[in-house]
């Protein structure tokens, strides 16, 4: 600043040194309003210097004339993964204290020309070298190929709301064996810790944006912990910022070498703990095997990569088998990656797999079931991407056995042909933040199964994901964005977005940073048409609509609990008995089992009539492969209300139209083993 000199005459002292006070305050301090009214959307006051919002409008609030809240929601986040992997993995942060150039500076050790940008070159592939300067230049970085570079500023964010967005999920996310591994860190590689300071760093923020705003509850960015806060903050217009967890070994529940390194308890005081801290979703794997559950395989270098980090946590590599049923897991990572296999040990390597092997050999755990259960006792949401098909199938299972909604494919991991039967049970699907024309495709694909069942739809942005995200599709394109464009709601006006000296063009740029995500959006309105918008803009509706129902599920009755039962056969034992009552009395280490031989059926007598809508069936490994499922008010005249011919055993669950029964008869029809029919439990439910 140059100060000249004037022939006014001197003020007196103390009005100078108010003055200058001011003119510190207005340029180290936060930027007062206006006396005229800014708008409720607006900040009291906003550091300076920061990023521009590059919005105009005021944000919708409300309910549309059906009461339903309106906006997009972003399903799979990582604002704060910075604090994740070591805290050197990924650089910059979502906000700080200190203003935008300390939150938006590169790692250290990407100085002066990113010769040490080791995990940026293994993701991004050439030499890793880049300008390491964020604030206020911004000449390689963030960008929609940079995987290591903060991408969830707070004014990021806040311009994705601005632009319609009503949800955001918050995945803590950290992986200790990543972090053991690579060059640099400045703390301890312990999931559990990672967690629990990224949910305090959200509530940071939160107090953070609040400050702007005039104190405490009055900022755009709300964390809630229940469906109907999230209604209450979306109707004000405001952002309802959910906490999920998405990491390899929740509650220290690793495995080695096949043994669980943790126990029932531990997962009740996991649970718990997350509970407390305001997560509401997660995933029971992630990347690695656990004690919990298998995953699915990520595909070329990467594959290896991790494969090999799946050997340095467990003691073992993945394991493959041939599918039984048209689901399948990713493509297993046979590609070389040397700068990971230089980490394994002196004499082993990364097996080779068949081609027709594309399933993993792992499923759910006994322990995983635990945790499955654990969160539907909980009422939390089951994220069902990254596990493998085998454990993905025996959760549906469980789920489908007590009618729990709460099931969420948040970033396009989960096997396409499960989509119906997630939507079936009342759960949520958002497609990850890929290029507009394959999102537009993907959307249209399933656009009839959304209108069978009256849903809406999500975007996964995955930003600090270590993804990968739109690119551009060029300034000559014949149908660009073309700025200003309005937003889907019609009330905001929004520009091209600045940072710094640096201003992003999504036709030039791609979705370099979270506040692309409305260019991103009329891109594919642009693209794939208003429809595939119109869609995305229910899905805050939906998503909230899957959170509630789960918050009100209870569990049913089961009416088949200690009734009277009776079979076409038992099977003989000296040492046990497998009489049909043992079917019913509640005991899943007790069974019923038939002869060896088809045609063969166990009776409940439910006592009185009663409607019976559900059905579940705990089988042995003697399962059936073809069966009915039959009705009766009298024991003698009988009415198929399900059936199915490719049954596989495990949990299966018979859903149909409520009807008044006194009588349910499982008929087996063909055996899926050498051996009988077997049963460890018959549920019969109203609802």
């Given at each position: 600043?140059?100060?000249?000199?004037?022939?006014h005459?001197?003020?007196?002292?103390l009005?100078?040194?108010?003055?200058?006070?001011?003119v510190?305050?207005?340029?180290?301090?936060?930027?007062?309003?206006?006396?005229?009214?800014?708008?409720?959307?607006n900040?009291?006051?906003?550091?300076?210097?920061?990023?521009?919002?590059?919005?105009?409008g005021e944000?919708?609030?409300?309910?549309?004339?059906q009461?339903?809240?309106?906006?997009?929601?972003?399903?799979h986040?990582?604002?704060?993964?910075n604090?994740?992997f070591?805290?050197?993995?990924?650089?910059?942060?979502?906000?700080?204290?200190?203003?935008?150039?300390?939150?938006?500076?590169?790692?250290?050790?990407?100085?002066?020309?990113?010769?040490l940008?080791?995990?940026?070159?293994?993701?991004?592939?050439?030499?890793?070298?880049?300008?390491?300067?964020?604030?206020?230049?911004?000449?390689?970085?963030?960008?929609?190929?940079?995987?290591?570079?903060?991408q969830?500023?707070?004014?990021?964010v806040?311009r994705?709301?601005?632009?319609?967005?009503?949800?955001?999920v918050?995945?803590?996310?950290?992986?200790?064996?990543?972090?053991?591994?690579?060059?640099?860190?400045d703390?301890?590689?312990?999931?559990?810790?990672?967690i629990?300071?990224?949910?305090?760093?959200?509530?940071?923020?939160?107090?953070?944006?609040?400050?702007?705003?005039?104190?405490?509850?009055?900022?755009?960015?709300?964390?809630?912990?229940d469906?109907?806060?999230?209604?209450?903050?979306?109707?004000?217009?405001k952002?309802?910022?959910?906490?999920g967890?998405?990491?390899?070994e929740?509650?220290?529940c690793?495995?080695?070498?096949?043994?669980?390194?943790?126990?029932?308890?531990?997962?009740?005081?996991?649970?718990?703990?997350?509970?407390?801290l305001?997560?509401?979703s997660?995933?029971?794997?992630?990347?690695?095997?656990?004690?919990?559950?298998g995953?699915?395989?990520?595909q070329?270098?990467?594959?290896?990569a991790?494969?090999v980090?799946?050997f340095?946590?467990?003691?073992?590599?993945?394991?493959?088998?041939?599918?039984?049923?048209?689901?399948?897991?990713?493509?297993?990572?046979?590609?070389?990656?040397?700068?990971a296999?230089?980490?394994?040990?002196?004499?082993?390597?990364?097996?080779?797999?068949?081609?027709?092997?594309?399933?993993?050999?792992r499923?759910?755990?006994?322990?995983?079931?635990?945790?499955?259960?654990?969160?539907?006792?909980?009422?939390?949401?089951?994220?069902i991407d990254?596990?493998s098909?085998?454990?993905?199938?025996?959760?549906?299972?469980?789920?489908?056995?007590?009618?729990?909604?709460?099931?969420?494919?948040?970033?396009?991991?989960?096997?396409?042909?499960?989509?119906?039967?997630?939507?079936?049970l009342?759960?949520f699907?958002?497609?990850?933040?890929?290029?507009?024309?394959?999102?537009s495709?993907?959307?249209?694909?399933?656009?009839?199964?959304r209108?069978?069942?009256?849903?809406?739809y999500?975007?996964?942005?995955?930003?600090?994901?270590?993804?990968?995200?739109?690119?551009?599709?060029?300034?000559?394109?014949?149908?660009?964005?073309?700025?200003?464009?309005?937003s889907?709601?019609?009330?905001?006006?929004?520009?091209?977005?600045?940072t710094?000296?640096?201003?992003?063009?999504?036709n030039?740029?791609?979705?370099?940073?979270?506040?692309?995500?409305?260019d991103?959006?009329?891109?594919?309105?642009?693209?794939?048409?208003?429809?595939?918008?119109?869609?995305?803009?229910?899905?805050?509706?939906?998503?909230?609509?899957?959170?509630?129902?789960?918050?009100?599920?209870?569990?049913?009755?089961?009416?088949a609990?200690?009734?009277a039962a009776?079979?076409?056969?038992?099977?003989?034992?000296?040492?046990?008995?497998?009489?049909?009552?043992?079917?019913?009395?509640?005991?899943?280490?007790?069974?019923?089992?038939?002869?060896w031989?088809?045609?063969?059926w166990?009776?409940?007598?439910?006592?009185t009539?009663?409607?019976?809508?559900?059905?579940t069936?705990?089988?042995?490994?003697?399962?059936?492969?073809?069966?009915?499922?039959?009705?009766?008010?009298?024991?003698?005249?009988?009415?198929?209300?399900?059936?199915?011919?490719?049954?596989?055993?495990?949990?299966?669950?018979?859903?149909?139209?409520?009807?008044?029964?006194?009588?349910?008869?499982?008929h087996?029809?063909?055996?899926?083993?050498?051996?009988?029919?077997?049963?460890?439990?018959?549920?019969?439910?109203?609802?």
């Open positions: 600043m140059t100060i000249s000199r004037d022939t005459p001197r003020r007196r002292p009005a100078v040194l108010s003055l200058l006070l001011a510190v305050a207005m340029v180290l301090g936060p930027v007062p309003s206006s006396s005229a009214d800014p708008g409720w959307w900040p009291v006051a906003r550091p300076a210097p920061d990023s521009a919002i590059n919005v105009t944000p919708f609030k409300g309910t549309d004339a009461g339903r809240v309106r906006g997009f929601v972003d399903a986040d990582h604002l704060m993964s604090e994740g070591g805290g050197r993995l990924i650089c910059g942060k979502p906000f700080s204290d200190l203003g935008v150039a300390d939150a938006l500076k590169d790692c250290p050790e990407h100085y002066p020309d990113g010769s940008a080791i995990f940026d070159f293994i993701t991004k592939g050439g030499d890793g070298r880049h300008d390491p300067d964020g604030w206020p230049t911004f000449k390689d970085w963030p960008a929609h190929d940079s995987l290591t570079h903060q969830n500023y707070y004014a990021w806040e994705a709301w601005r632009g319609g967005q009503r949800v955001l918050n995945d803590l996310v950290t992986n200790g064996v990543i972090c053991s591994v690579y060059f640099f860190k703390r301890s590689c312990d999931e559990m810790t990672a629990r300071l990224e949910a305090q760093k959200t509530y940071d923020m939160q107090a953070y944006i609040d400050k702007m705003y005039g104190g405490p509850g009055k900022g755009w960015f709300r964390i809630v912990t469906s109907d806060q999230a209604r209450d903050v979306i109707k004000q217009g952002l309802a910022v959910v906490l967890v998405e990491t390899s929740p509650f220290g690793k495995q080695i070498l096949d043994i669980a390194q943790c126990s029932k308890a531990d997962i009740d005081r996991g649970l718990d703990e997350l509970h407390k305001g997560v509401r997660m995933f029971l794997c992630h990347k690695f095997d656990n004690a919990l559950c995953v699915r395989f990520d070329g270098a990467l594959g290896t991790i494969n980090g799946q340095l946590s467990t003691g073992t590599f993945w394991k493959t088998e041939k599918c039984t049923g048209p689901q399948h897991d990713n493509p297993i990572g046979i590609a070389a990656a040397p700068a296999q230089k980490e394994l040990p002196a004499g082993v390597s990364v097996p080779s797999y068949a081609a027709d092997a594309q399933c993993n050999t499923g759910l755990t006994e322990l995983g079931d635990y945790a499955v259960r654990g969160m539907m006792k909980r009422k939390m949401m089951l994220e990254h596990m098909v085998k454990a993905a199938g025996q959760a549906f299972d469980i789920l489908e056995s007590e009618s729990y909604p709460g099931i969420i494919s948040s970033h396009s991991w989960m096997d396409l042909n499960w989509t119906e039967r997630l939507y079936k009342g759960g699907i958002a497609q990850y933040m890929g290029g507009a024309e394959g999102f495709a993907e959307a249209k694909r399933t656009d009839a199964l209108d069978k069942y009256n849903v809406g999500g975007y996964g942005t995955d930003m600090n994901g270590v993804g990968g995200w739109p690119g551009p599709r060029g300034a000559d394109t014949p149908n660009p964005v073309r700025y200003p464009f309005r889907t709601d019609g009330g905001s006006v929004i520009d091209k977005q600045t710094g000296q640096r201003t992003w063009d999504l030039t740029d791609g979705a370099s940073h979270y506040g692309l995500v409305p991103w959006i009329e891109d594919i309105r642009i693209v794939g048409g208003q429809g595939v918008v119109d869609d995305l803009f229910r899905g805050a509706e939906s998503y909230l609509t899957t959170w509630g129902s789960s918050e009100k599920h209870k569990a049913g009755v089961n009416l609990a200690g009734a009776s079979a076409s056969s038992s099977e003989w034992n000296p040492f046990t008995s497998y009489a049909p009552y043992r079917a019913v009395d509640g005991n899943t280490g007790t069974r019923w089992a038939s002869d031989s088809d045609d063969q166990l009776q409940v007598d439910l006592g009539p009663s409607l019976v809508k559900r059905v069936l705990d089988w042995e490994r003697a399962h059936g492969k073809a069966y009915r499922v039959e009705l009766s008010t009298d024991g003698t005249n009988w009415q198929s209300a399900w059936s199915t011919t490719t049954g596989d055993g495990g949990l299966d669950t018979a859903l149909f139209t409520g009807t008044t029964a006194r009588y349910v008869r499982i087996g029809l063909q055996r899926g083993t050498q051996w009988g029919y077997s049963l460890h439990e018959v549920g019969v439910f109203s609802s």
